[in-house]
């Protein structure tokens, strides 16, 4: 947990991605790494959000992320749990009910969500994965 939150932090800061936000559930371990990747980025501020519990859908998260963003320079990085990163990513980029890869822990997706006749529709912009990175 910790080691990938490091890595994660770092292929943030090497990427010049920086989150205006970290949106992640109560349950310690969201709220450990969501606090982790803040100390390493320079105290992002860290958002405790129930929309997001397990079980939460699309709409949810959506209404979640766009409360605190007033414009579309600003993004947030969402800590959430498996099988709902899955599904958000699946309906999202997909429009499926599941994504098609396995979604390890600590993966990153970098999305960008935009809104035509009131549907949400997401491109992925960038991919890391720390479990992968030590592989190779």
Known sequence: GERHAGKV???LQK???TPTQILCTPFLRS???AELISEK??????QVSTAI???AGVDDL????SKNCTDDKQWTMVCAHEP???YFLGRLLLKEDEFPFPFLPGDVYAIDVTFKDHQASAKIITFFSPINSEIN
């Not at 980025?41 to 860290?46: D, E, H």
């Open 9 to 11: 932090a770092a292929f």
């Open 15 to 17: 990427n010049c991605i």
């Open 31 to 33: 709220n450990s790494t």
């Open 41 to 46: 980025l320079g105290k992002i501020p860290v």
């Open 53 to 55: 519990l397990p079980g």
């Open 62 to 65: 959506i209404g979640a992320v």
């Open 84 to 86: 709902d990163t899955s």
